[in-house]
Every structure is written in structure tokens, then in C-alpha cells.
């Protein structure tokens, strides 16, 4: 059974950067057949994603969402099989409860969906 | 981006009842291999979301059969034969065609 544990500060002060781990159980962080991403949910944006990574080809692919894309970072950790979320500049704005998830898939063959999520994280933002 | 619309932000529902959420997107989730990346979820209070059915259609991993989906192209539902006390919880479709992945409003069932 995989699951994803985060861990990571509740506070940041606005104009820092942001971070957060999500340690992975029961799967590689490096597999074929994922990718793993962050989203974030708050009351005025809902549902948010932010990016993914994933091992493809023997490389690392990154997709970046819009609202973020200047200011993001995921990184993989091979050796802890963990990866991270890195958000520069924050502000009030960025206040949100943040998830790491698993996509279980394998490019355009198959796909199962969102089928992993952390236990989220509460962050706020203070100015 | 594709924007994903659920029209209904409340469901009040009658346990054993039947009932219906609709998503819509702003462009087909067809992909050119065959498959609509059309997901659903559900958030029940205070947990994240859990994977209910994806590809419009496929239920995931212990999920009960009165749940199903339906749908292509543009438009999609989730439907619950029977309800029960335990499905209450905001429900969201998300699209997984193309980044940036992006999810529904929601629509919040709870039981009358």
C-alpha cells in the first residue's frame, strides 16, 4: 500500500520561500509508472494545481501550473525517496492547505488516476 | 487552460435515494489514444481527497458500485444509485488531458 507522508512548516513570513517534503511508502519516487505532484486548496481558488515531476526516458520531466510557474521548484530525492515543493516570494496569497499526490500512470499507456494523497498541510502566510 | 464547470455548488440528498453531479469542460478530454482523462473525487470533511472513478468511467480500488460515471467530449456525471450517510462530502472532477491539470468547483452533498 503506497502512501505519502508531508511534513514541512505551518509558517512562513510573506517574501520567504516555502517548503515542503513528501516522503513516499510502498513506491519509488524514480518509478515508470507515476508522477508526483502538489496541489494546494483554498477557500478562493479551490483546488489548485501546482506541478508534477516524474522519471521518464532517464530523465526528469517538471510541469509547472500557471499561477505559480515563475515562482515553483519540485524536486525529486532519490535517496530518500521523497520529493519537494519549493515556493518562492510567498505572500498572503499563498495561504492554503497544501497536497502531495501520485498519479499512477505510464505516460499515454495507461492511467488510474489521482489514486494517492498526503495527509495535506495547513500554511500560512504572515505579513 | 480547460476550464472544468460543475453547475451545482449544493446537493441535498435523501439517504437511499438516488443521485447526479454534473462537470463540464471547456474542450473535449479526448485524447487521441481512445481514453477521456475524466476523474472524479470526493473530499469528505476534514480528509483530502480520495480517488473515486477515472477515466470517466473506471471505479477505483474498494470503491462501492453505486457509484459510476458517465459521459465524453465535453460532458460528464457522477452518479450514486443509493445514497448513504457516508458519501456526504464535496465532490470534484478534474481533468488530466493537459497541464495544467485542473479541477471543478465542487458540489457539496449533504444529506437533507
Known amino acids: 500500500q503506497v502512501q505519502l507522508q508531508q511534513s514541512g512548516p505551518g509558517l512562513v513570513k510573506a517574501s520567504q520561500t516555502l517548503s515542503l517534503t513528501c516522503a513516499i511508502a510502498?513506491?519509488?519516487?524514480?518509478?515508470?509508472?507515476?508522477?508526483w505532484h502538489w496541489i494546494r486548496q483554498s477557500p478562493s481558488r479551490g483546488l489548485e494545481w501546482l506541478g508534477r515531476t516524474y522519471y521518464n526516458s532517464k530523465k526528469w520531466v517538471y510541469d509547472y501550473g500557471g499561477s505559480v510557474k515563475s515562482r515553483i521548484t519540485i524536486n525529486p530525492d532519490t535517496s530518500k525517496n521523497q520529493f519537494s515543493l519549493h515556493l518562492n516570494s510567498v505572500s498572503p496569497e499563498d495561504t492554503a492547505i497544501y497536497y502531495c499526490a501520485r498519479t499512477h500512470s505510464r505516460g499515454w499507456s495507461w492511467y488510474n488516476g489521482m489514486d494517492v494523497w498526503g495527509q495535506g498541510t495547513t500554511v500560512t502566510v504572515s505579513s | 487552460d480547460i476550464v472544468m464547470t460543475q453547475s451545482s455548488l449544493s446537493l441535498p440528498v435523501t439517504p437511499g435515494e438516488p443521485a447526479s453531479i454534473s462537470c463540464r469542460s471547456s474542450?473535449?478530454?479526448?485524447?487521441?489514444?481512445?481514453?477521456?482523462?475524466l476523474d472524479w473525487y470526493l473530499q469528505k470533511p476534514g480528509q483530502s481527497p480520495q480517488l473515486l472513478i477515472y477515466?470517466?468511467?473506471n471505479r477505483a480500488s474498494g470503491v462501492p458500485d453505486r457509484f459510476s460515471g458517465s459521459g465524453s467530449g465535453t460532458d460528464f456525471t457522477l452518479q450514486i444509485s443509493r445514497v448513504e450517510a457516508e458519501d456526504v462530502g464535496v465532490y470534484y472532477c478534474m481533468q488530466a488531458l493537459q497541464t495544467p491539470l485542473t479541477f471543478g468547483g465542487g458540489t457539496k452533498v449533504e444529506i437533507k
Open positions: 510502498g513506491d519509488s519516487v524514480s518509478t515508470i509508472n507515476g508522477a
Open positions: 474542450q473535449s478530454l479526448l485524447h487521441g489514444n481512445g481514453n477521456t482523462y
Open positions: 477515466l470517466v468511467s
